[in-house]
């Protein structure tokens, strides 16, 4: 129903002046659930941390970080985990039955999120030569890539009410056929009854508390990529879309020039049926950039690699990879990544179109103070750019980019230190080493038109007019990290070379790598220079790998890094068109956005992020757990832009709801109540230049 000027400004006059016009009870912000999630892979014969076996995923609950959290939010005791499983299943230790299977682990440390529902894709080198074939018909030398359903987990975790430290785990595994008969003759209690070369109900080596979940964890491709002696593991991957990820690649194997190195894979969905990969070309392994996929046994779907580019940052070598983030604003996919050159790192911007049949990464010019020539296409980092932007000596650990679009520095402290050197510790650089810090630099415009007639588009740091990467006002420079006293147990400077990225609050989740294969935590917030978390020895994930942590919260519609209104929005407009307006198929988009796992988008999907992440309802715009006045004030302000009249109709139809329990004697109206109140203000005339709020004409 339309909602006329009188009723408008009667309804706003009465909340601004006393907030309890209509009646309502506040009611205490719900909180959706906030994970941390870390890849491990340990080297052998390190202790395992309960619940958090070798060659898998492991996932935290971190909501109350810097809400209050006093400590043990992690204390080697995560909610669950994923076992990634074996590649190879190889029967049991000495040939005995004794319940204790080994085998060929998958060797993994990179994966990826999908912001809008948690679900995880994950990537394991997998040894060896292409093309070919180990006994279980797994092709070698490329990646195995696998999806991973973690809201599927989360539900059966919580509605089975199973004990923290639960391991899921894939139901099948290869095994070779000999294997199997092997168990069979020994009447091993891992036989499944069928020699067949499939190994089904076979718990993780050494812990027995796994969850089967079908089709929650699935190997869904094999693709393409370099291989080189140089780095094994040095990869990461992010989300683009259900069909498209990115993956950056260090290994630069034995291309030619040397300099085509660090690379950009995109890796896409060809068919939701196994089958339809493109193998790489040969020879193998020259030229060691393959592209292409196979397909095993145990696909589902087929997945192509293609590089998209070769990074080429530092012109005189080979590129040493120094972290690397996507960027999706405003329409423009891209990534930042770092080289590392010794005395310094540079860091550089690419822009990726994947629209065609062949990707690509354009590295766009960086605006910089005019000097008469073209802007530089890469930047230097210096120790402290808000003093000095010209000298090449600060050294990055990891990129991010946050909610605004700003490009956020992890600066190191780990390969600034010659460790055991005399204190003061003397970094690579020549500079006395420190803690890490954090700089960031405001981005204003990752499109901007060419403005020197190099034929390239700009990105543009904020600032005044005519203001570059080359000035100090887009930079912003914290203190060191203050790692210091009773949160520390070691004299060394923090290593950051683990690093996860709230997008949400800001926040730095910094593993610190102690002597041995134990780690602490520290979360540190740069826009207070503060630590707002930290536990000694939380957990062992070894260091075998750099793996990858990320810090996200499913119902993150719009990926903006935290669970908005919008977000409420955003998946109601995707259940209207799940073609995202186009820019993908339906089921793409059913895939994207579907958050009860039936793979479609139905207002189920709405029910489960309205009311089962945020635990509110329609109209509670400001996301406090009920719907009441304040609400048709945020309401008021956004109109026109934010909300619209079908906004307001789930603000009237759900006033009064709580999710708190009301103070005694507290009357809420009904929702019918309600609309008779605001019947009875429809049809009364009113002329006139509206009403002043706060000052201002409404």
Not at 68 to 79: M, R, T
Request: glycine share 12%; charged share 15%.
């Amino acid at each position: 129903m339309e909602i006329n000027r009188r009723l408008f400004c009667t309804l706003s006059m009465c909340i601004f002046v006393t907030g309890h016009c209509l009646g309502f009870a506040q009611a205490a912000a719900p909180a959706p659930q906030k994970i941390f999630a870390v890849s491990q892979t340990q080297p052998g014969g390190v202790a395992e941390v309960p619940g958090a076996p070798s060659d898998s995923l492991i996932f935290y609950d971190v909501t109350s970080v810097g809400n209050g959290a006093a400590s043990g939010v992690f204390n080697n005791d995560p909610l669950f985990s994923v076992w990634m499983g074996f590649e190879i299943f190889q029967g049991e230790r000495n040939g005995l039955p004794e319940g204790l299977p080994f085998g060929n682990r998958e060797e993994f440390s990179a994966f990826t999120v999908n912001p809008a529902n948690g679900t995880i894709y994950a990537i394991a080198f997998d040894s060896g030569a292409p093309p070919a074939v180990d006994p279980v018909g797994d092709s070698q030398g490329d990646f195995d890539l696998y999806r991973i359903d973690y809201q599927a987990m989360l539900k059966d975790f919580t509605d089975n009410a199973r004990p923290k430290g639960t391991i899921y785990a894939p139901k099948t595994l290869n095994i070779e056929v000999s294997e199997e008969q092997f168990l069979s003759n020994i009447s091993s209690p891992l036989f499944d009854g069928v020699v067949d070369g499939l190994a089904n109900d076979i718990p993780h080596p050494s812990l027995v508390n796994t969850v089967h979940l079908p089709g929650a964890f699935q190997k869904i491709g094999e693709v393409g990529r370099s291989q080189s002696p140089a780095s094994f593991f040095d990869y990461q991957i992010d989300f683009v879309n259900p069909e498209q990820l990115v993956m950056m690649d260090a290994n630069f194997g034995t291309a030619t020039p040397a300099t085509q190195d660090f690379n950009v894979r995109v890796l896409s969905r060809v068919s939701t049926s196994p089958g339809a990969a493109t193998p790489p070309t040969p020879p193998f392994p020259a030229p060691a950039d393959q592209q292409g996929g196979y397909n095993s046994v145990s696909n589902t779907e087929s997945w192509n690699s293609k590089i998209a580019g070769f990074l080429n940052l530092d012109a005189a070598g080979i590129t040493t990879p120094r972290g690397w983030t996507l960027v999706k604003n405003n329409g423009t996919l891209g990534i930042w990544a770092a080289d590392s050159d010794g005395g310094g790192d540079d860091f550089a911007f690419y822009e990726l179109d994947l629209s065609g049949p062949n990707p690509t990464a354009t590295k766009k010019e960086l605006f910089t103070s005019p000097t008469g020539g073209p802007y530089a296409n890469q930047i230097s980092l210096a120790e402290d750019p808000t003093s000095d932007t010209t000298t090449n000596d600060g050294e990055i650990d990891h990129l991010f980019v946050d909610k605004n679009g700003n490009l956020v520095i992890v600066e190191s402290g780990y390969f600034d230190t010659t460790m055991g050197s005399t204190t003061p510790q003397t970094g690579n650089g020549g500079e006395t080493a420190q803690e890490p810090r954090v700089f960031t630099v405001g981005i204003a415009d990752y499109n901007s038109p060419d403005s020197d007639a190099s034929g390239f588009n700009e990105v543009i740091p904020t600032g005044p007019a005519g203001t570059g990467f080359n000035d100090t006002s887009p930079w912003t420079v914290t203190a060191s990290i203050p790692v210091t006293g009773a949160i520390d147990n070691d004299t060394e400077v923090t290593n950051s070379t683990r690093v996860a990225y709230d997008k949400s609050t800001g926040y730095l989740y910094i593993v610190d790598q102690d002597t041995g294969f134990t780690e602490d935590i520290y979360v540190f917030d740069p826009a207070t220079g503060t630590i707002v978390y930290s536990e000694l020895n939380p957990f062992d994930i070894g260091i075998f790998n750099r793996g990858t942590l990320k810090v996200f919260t499913r119902g993150d519609i719009d990926g903006s890094g935290e669970v908005t209104y919008a977000d409420i929005q955003a998946l109601a407009d995707g259940i209207a068109d799940p073609t995202l307006g186009g820019t993908v198929s339906a089921s793409v988009g059913a895939e994207w956005y579907d958050l009860t796992s039936d793979g479609a988008l139905t207002a189920a999907d709405l029910s489960e992020l309205v009311t089962n992440i945020l635990g509110t309802a329609l109209g509670d715009f400001d996301l406090d757990g009920d719907v009441d006045g304040h609400d048709f004030l945020v309401y008021q302000r956004g109109a026109g832009s934010l909300f619209d009249s079908g906004d307001l109709s789930d603000w009237q139809l759900n006033y009064g709801f709580t999710n708190m329990p009301l103070a005694s004697g507290t009357a809420v109206p009904e929702p019918a109540t309600l609309t008779m109140i605001l019947l009875g203000f429809v049809g009364l005339g009113f002329r006139g230049r509206g009403c002043l709020i706060g000052g201002k004409r409404a």
